[in-house]
């Protein structure tokens, strides 16, 4: 059972590995993030508010009583010879021709900077005889996030900046969003997202995000160069017929704690190398 999977492998790891804590027993560091007050999006009720610990028990849940269910927790250090700590949780429910399948994933920070999920994914592959219409999958989404940035390219793409979803010149009702879903993405809106400046676009920022290994040290360059502060991208393949949804892909990735959360467990790194190499002699007795 799952349940007894998911009890083993967090009952062993204590015993198996040291406490997540630092070294030099310094108190986290919060990181910045884009999403403060009200504005929390959340994939399940999973937010960047939230840490490994919490993050893993509420996917634990989402997947209680399916047997066939796999998980992996991936375990990292800080620094070279610094405590182990949950760096990432992968759940996945394999589709079959009557099980939607789906897949959760997570990735934190050091405990440094309190151990913070910086990019949380969700994929639903919907099984032939369950897949939703693209409408009504449209309506649930903007009902939950509200009215996103852009739309296009078969996404969803709601871009945060200074504590808000920003806009693109299109004000998105539903019927706007479901016309313009699979349609190409609006370039002169693409362009009015970046302005004047050279930043990178958000839209392909979170896309390699997808697509790259998923630490702070890989979305690193991109996260600093990236002219938003956090992204939710939601995108609906199309199925059988095409009004119908074959795949949805959540995906949202807080650029903000990504840079902030990297400066501080550096910051942690190089404490605890100067405290292990500083000479520990004291003064003789004279």
Do not use: W
Not at 58 to 63: I, V
Not at 252 to 262: E, G, R
């Amino acid at each position: 059972m799952l349940r007894r999977a998911l009890f083993l492998i967090f009952a062993m790891g204590p015993a198996a590995l040291p406490a997540a804590s630092l070294a030099s027993d310094a108190k986290p560091k919060s990181p910045e993030t884009a999403f403060t007050g009200k504005l929390r999006p959340d994939i399940l009720g999973v937010s960047t508010d939230a840490t490994a610990e919490s993050a893993r028990a509420a996917f634990e849940t989402r997947f209680k009583g399916h047997a066939d269910a796999k998980v992996d927790v991936q375990q990292q250090k800080l620094g070279d010879a610094g405590a182990s700590f949950v760096a990432a949780v992968n759940f996945n429910l394999p589709a079959g021709p009557k099980q939607t399948g789906e897949l959760l994933s997570g990735s934190f920070s050091a405990p440094a900077s309190g151990n913070r999920a910086y990019f949380i994914a969700r994929n639903l592959t919907f099984a032939p005889d369950q897949q939703p219409a693209k409408a009504d999958m449209i309506k649930e989404i903007m009902g939950k996030y509200g009215a996103p940035t852009i739309v296009g390219d078969q996404h969803l793409y709601y871009i945060y900046r200074s504590g808000s979803v920003i806009s693109s010149g299109t004000k998105y009702k539903e019927a706007a969003a479901i016309d313009a879903i699979d349609k190409p993405l609006d370039p002169r809106a693409a362009v009015k997202l970046n302005g004047e400046t050279v930043r990178g676009s958000c839209v392909a920022v979170v896309k390699r995000a997808q697509a790259k290994a998923k630490t702070l040290s890989a979305m690193f360059d991109e996260a600093k160069g990236a002219n938003c502060d956090g992204v939710l991208s939601v995108q609906l393949i199309p199925g059988t017929p095409p009004d119908r949804v074959g795949i949805a892909q959540f995906t949202l990735l807080d650029t903000k704690l990504v840079v902030s959360a990297t400066a501080i467990d550096n910051e942690a790194i190089a404490a605890d190398h100067n405290d292990k190499t500083a000479p520990k002699g004291s003064a003789p007795k004279l």
